[in-house]
């Protein structure tokens, strides 16, 4: 380890790591990858400190997180993907209930499970830095084929589409052009790098705005839950609805069309995405005060409120909708309701542009969690132009990866078609890939409790929410292979698990190839160079030693 006697902290550092007689090996096993420096290490000195926290600090307090988890959680979801899961359950209100409440408790057991996982390794990265902690062998595999996909799935393509499609919706264009049109895809483009530009500039301004949004947000979630209660006690009955809607008690379980495991599975995946959101917090927990307590109380919280509002929403769909019209009105599911309820001048366009509202506020939280697991990623060195990437220059604010993540968006917008099957296609595409992650963390938490036996996390998961938690995770990703793959296709684009699967092993190849094969063919061993920035952010760089 080479360190100049100029910086007292960083030297300090350096040696407290020595002195302390700890293993790094097993400290890299339990604190992820990147945190453990190693006596072979090189160090770039640059007159700082030596740092594992963040330049920019612990900023979020509860309500800042709260507002994470809500504007993570509620975005274009519960207003887009109902009518495609309903329609996966085979028109069957009883099933589709079942689905939802099965989501919702999943849910709490995912929330937990990561929960206990933050309170042993506090630092950002999330799902990286689990992974890393359990899965130790072969070396290198998991951090990363993860951080690989990570960086190439860091997109916020669902809810972008979503966004534009209402803002048409609400500007009083007609069904069939916004679902035809190409003009909702360029919106939500226009609509990320905005975003990703403001995050990039400064953290404080791009916390303000996200906290006011998503305060906004609140109060239209608390709004809307209550259409709900409003649509059973009113709605039909002043004008005598000729029309019988889904939600009576004489055809609770009565299917309307065939229900298959495919279907079935693809509609849990897309329930599941209702709630999904809950694991992304933990990205940026370096920038939270005091994440222990802070993230115990603000995730239980946080998703309890979502689920009032799911259930009240959905029981108003049923209430207003019959089969027919809920199946036609696929992401626009949403605003259709409104209209009813509340008529064309408040319901298409004031809660149209609220739906709006929500999914933007969704995609400000999308882009600043993926730009932090963005730099996370950049800052291991494994992937070209890393520390550029991982740079908070120009502005002390993750710029480069907040723009990565609108680019990756941008090229999905313009790949996937504006009609058809294209946005359930992307939620079950970026559900399918996060089950498998969730099975793996899952699983991890048993390893890592294994190997760790005297530690005691301040929050423990059940292990039998976990082991639930695992049996649904293998049920949803060998469900949509088994009956017909039509359905999980859309145009050009391969059924969305062999999507998924293609994309990982692609990732696995990538480790495989750089830190694996090409070292043996070529005869040298890499060696990582820990670089220290200007405002002490730690990179790694990865240097190449020949045998003599």
């Known amino acids: ?127 990286k830095n689990f992974l890393e902690a359990a899965y130790t062998r072969p070396v290198r595999m998991m951090s990363v084929s993860f951080t690989t996909y990570t960086v190439l799935m860091g997109i916020a393509v669902s809810n972008a589409i979503v966004f534009g499609k209402y803002v048409l919706y609400g500007s009083g264009f007609d069904e069939d052009f916004v679902d035809s049109s190409m003009a909702c895809n360029y919106i939500g483009a226009v609509l990320v790098i905005f975003i990703a530009l403001i995050h990039g500039y400064s953290v404080k301004i791009g916390v303000k705005v996200q906290n006011l949004l998503g305060g906004l947000k609140l109060v239209f979630a608390l709004i809307i839950s209550l259409s709900g209660i409003y649509a059973v006690a009113f709605y039909g009955k002043q004008d005598g609805n000729p029309k019988t809607p889904i939600l009576n008690l004489s055809s609770l379980s009565k299917s309307h069309s065939t229900i298959t495991i495919s279907s079935l599975t693809t509609a849990f995946i897309q329930a599941f995405f209702c709630f999904a959101g809950w694991d992304s917090v933990h990205s940026v927990t370096s920038e939270i005060k005091n994440p222990g307590r802070t993230l115990k109380i603000a995730g239980p919280l946080s998703l309890g409120f979502c ?62 969690s993926t730009s932090r697991m963005n730099q996370e990623c950049f800052k291991e060195g494994f992937l070209p132009f890393s520390k550029i990437m991982a740079s908070n220059k120009p502005w002390g604010a993750p710029l480069f990866s907040s723009l990565l993540c609108a680019a990756f968006t941008t090229f999905w917008l313009l790949l996937l078609p504006s009609a058809g099957g294209a946005y359930s296609y992307l939620v079950a595409l970026e559900g399918y890939a996060n089950q498998l992650v969730i099975l793996l963390v899952a699983v991890g938490l048993f390893i890592y409790r294994r190997k760790n036996i005297d530690e005691v996390a301040a929050i423990r998961a059940s292990s039998i929410g976990v082991w639930a938690l695992i049996v649904l995770s293998v049920y949803l990703l060998v469900g949509p292979f088994i009956g017909d793959q039509q359905e999980a296709s859309v145009r050009h684009l391969p059924p969305y ?34 670089h220290i920035m200007d405002d002490g952010l730690l990179t790694i760089d990865w240097c190449k030693e020949y045998a003599l």
Not at 44 to 67: A, C, D, K, M, W
Not at 78 to 100: D, E, K, R
Not at 509 to 520: D, G, I, Q, R
């Open 307 to 368: 689920l009032f509002c799911y259930l009240s929403l959905n029981v108003a769909y049923l209430k207003v909708f019959t089969y027919e019209e809920f199946k036609a009105a696929g992401p626009l599911a949403g605003s259709i309701l409104f209209t009813r309820l509340l008529g064309e001048n408040i319901g298409r366009k004031l809660i149209t542009f609220g739906i709006a509202l929500s999914a933007g506020s969704n995609l400000f939280v999308v882009v600043y």
């Open 497 to 530: 698990p062999i999507a998924a699967l293609f994309l990982i092993a692609v990732c696995i190849f990538f480790w495989f190839l750089n830190f694996v094969a090409l070292p043996k063919l070529a005869g040298y061993e890499l060696k990582r160079r820990v």
């Open 1 to 127: 380890m080479e360190l100049t006697d100029q910086d007292p902290l960083a030297l300090k550092k350096a040696q407290d790591l020595e002195s302390s007689g700890e293993d790094l090996a097993e400290n890299s096993s339990r604190y992820g990858s990147f945190s453990s420096l190693q006596s072979t290490d090189l160090i770039e000195h640059q007159n700082v400190g030596l740092h594992n926290e963040v330049p920019q600090g612990r900023h979020l307090g509860v309500f800042s997180t709260i507002i994470l988890f809500v504007s993570r959680i509620i975005g274009s979801g519960i207003f887009a993907a109902p009518s495609s899961i309903y329609v996966g359950c085979g028109g069957n209100t009883a099933v589709f209930l079942a689905v939802y409440c099965c989501a919702a408790i999943m849910a709490f057991a995912g929330l937990y499970l990561f929960l206990e996982f933050g309170s042993l390794i506090p630092r950002s990265g999330g799902k």
